[in-house]
């Protein structure tokens, strides 16, 4: 063991060396708290619920002991999220440990090429990465076997059951073989879910971080209570008063629409995300809000969990949500790793119980700030007609989102996969 591996928090959990190397060349030094819960547990081969505040570091905390465990056994992992940016980050973060390990994964999501998918899954993944429709469809398809995985990941699972995806992750779950290592990730912890862990898990140690439901207590969190038509002018004058990142949360796939064309026409750069862009329009969204190229990005909650962008300053909820629950989620998107970051909410008249109702959620008190003295209202084409934030708006359909059954949806190139070796397998040197 190095004296650098020595001054890593990381060493005591018993990761191999090599792949403390790799978590030190990535800054990785200080391992969270359910890193440092987890892992150990994990390596060791033990069935886990983890809950923790999202932005934790929870694809880590499975991500190591899945990758090293996989260097000893034979066999795959398997990881199934809600959303295809989720998916897309986990397995760039596993790519950031595994790839000098020679590790191979393949993502298996909607709006991706189905044959391109095909193609990786015959190069033989150490770790299949999906969602769950899109992984049914390939299951329907008989172009995967689930036969070998032994250690399967459920992250965001409150997530994956609010969208409708309960009777998917039963039907892989009973096609896994018994003798498998399962682990069971979660920002919050529901009476369907433990239900759900008593069923699939074996013992599982239950490791909390943090109370289900509650937010990082580095989030500084205020309620504006504001008529639907000036908050536009709230949203201009934060943009113009905070220089930083700012992620916009709207309720429906229209309303980010226009909020993004408004924030346009008064100079701001900003992009939209949503269920109705194809997957290379969302990469080039979240690409272009990690580097700069746009300041402002705006989401629907069904993209709320899928973006993990460090340094966003302020996180602004333009619309409430209409599951509650998904203010933990929306806020955590700052203040990640420690960080410190701000929510700010704009709230009706007639939604004050409803900000209540999320003060008994994260059990603290939100503070209701006095709207401030508002810019003037800039006329903008997109004013007419007025952006409706109607609480009663239907909300986007998750199954197109995640199952990949859109025939509309943009077909996709291929994911960058390393050939493959004459031996499947891999080891730590």
């Known amino acids: 063991m190095t004296k650098e591996h020595e001054a890593s928090g990381f060493s005591e959990?018993?990761?191999?060396?090599?792949?403390?190397?790799?978590?030190?060349?990535?800054?990785?030094?200080?391992?969270?708290?359910?890193?440092?819960?987890?892992?150990p547990a994990a390596l060791e081969g033990k069935d886990i619920i983890g809950i923790a505040q999202t932005g934790t570091g929870k694809t880590l905390a499975f991500g190591v002991p899945m990758i090293q465990r996989l260097g000893l056994l034979k066999g795959q992992g398997l990881i199934l999220l809600p959303t295809r940016e989720l998916a897309l980050q986990v397995d760039e973060t596993l790519q950031k440990i595994g790839n000098g390990l020679g590790l191979r994964t393949v993502v298996l999501i909607g709006g991706a090429s189905m044959h391109q998918q095909i193609n990786a899954l015959h190069r033989g993944p150490h770790i299949i990465i999906a969602t769950p429709?899109?992984?049914?469809?390939?299951?329907?398809?008989?172009?995967?076997?689930?036969?070998?995985?032994?250690?399967?990941?459920?992250?965001?699972?409150d997530r994956m059951l609010d969208i409708g995806f309960a009777p998917q992750i039963k039907e892989i779950l009973s096609l896994l073989t018994v003798e498998?290592?399962?682990?069971?990730?979660?920002?919050?912890?529901?009476?369907?879910?433990?239900?759900?862990?008593?069923?699939?898990?074996?013992?599982?140690?239950?490791?909390?971080?943090?109370?289900?439901?509650?937010?990082?207590?580095?989030?500084?969190?205020?309620?504006?209570?504001?008529?639907?038509?000036?908050?536009?002018?709230?949203?201009?004058k934060i943009l113009t008063e905070n220089k930083g990142r700012i992620l916009v949360f709207a309720r429906t796939k229209h309303g980010a629409k226009k909020i993004t064309s408004a924030l346009r026409q008064m100079n701001f750069s900003a992009i939209d995300i949503h269920s109705n862009k194809s997957l290379a329009q969302r990469k080039d969204a979240l690409a272009g809000f990690k580097t700069g190229r746009y300041r402002v990005l705006v989401a629907t909650d069904i993209a709320a969990r899928g973006i993990d962008v460090k340094e966003i300053e302020i996180v602004v909820n333009y619309d409430m949500?209409?599951?509650?629950?998904?203010?933990?989620?929306?806020?955590?998107?700052?203040?990640?790793?420690?960080?410190?970051?701000?929510?700010?909410?704009?709230?009706?008249?007639?939604?004050?119980?409803?900000?209540?109702?999320?003060?008994?959620?994260?059990?603290?008190?939100?503070?209701?700030?006095?709207?401030?003295?508002?810019?003037?209202?800039?006329?903008?084409?997109?004013?007419?007609?007025?952006?409706?934030?109607?609480?009663?708006?239907?909300?986007?359909?998750?199954?197109?989102?995640?199952?990949?059954?859109?025939?509309?949806?943009?077909?996709?190139?291929?994911?960058?996969?390393?050939?493959?070796?004459?031996?499947?397998?891999?080891?730590?040197?």
Do not use: C, W
């Open 13 to 39: 959990l018993g990761i191999s060396p090599k792949i403390l190397g790799i978590l030190e060349y990535h800054k990785f030094i200080k391992p969270t708290p359910i890193q440092h819960q987890a892992i």
């Open 133 to 157: 429709g899109r992984l049914v469809d390939h299951l329907e398809k008989r172009t995967l076997s689930l036969s070998q995985v032994k250690i399967a990941v459920l992250d965001e699972a």
């Open 180 to 236: 498998r290592q399962t682990m069971l990730f979660s920002a919050t912890m529901s009476p369907q879910i433990a239900k759900l862990a008593s069923h699939y898990l074996k013992i599982p140690l239950r490791i909390e971080v943090a109370p289900s439901g509650t937010t990082a207590s580095q989030i500084e969190q205020e309620v504006f209570l504001i008529e639907k038509e000036n908050k536009m002018q709230l949203l201009d």
């Open 321 to 429: 949500p209409d599951d509650l629950e998904n203010y933990v989620h929306r806020i955590g998107r700052t203040g990640r790793a420690g960080e410190t970051g701000k929510a700010i909410t704009f709230a009706t008249r007639n939604e004050k119980s409803d900000v209540r109702s999320i003060e008994r959620l994260i059990r603290k008190t939100i503070p209701i700030l006095e709207v401030p003295v508002l810019p003037p209202r800039r006329q903008l084409m997109a004013e007419k007609p007025e952006y409706n934030s109607d609480r009663f708006a239907r909300r986007p359909s998750g199954r197109n989102f995640s199952s990949g059954r859109n025939n509309n949806q943009t077909k996709q190139n291929s994911f960058g996969y390393a050939k493959r070796k004459k031996n499947t397998g891999y080891r730590h040197k």
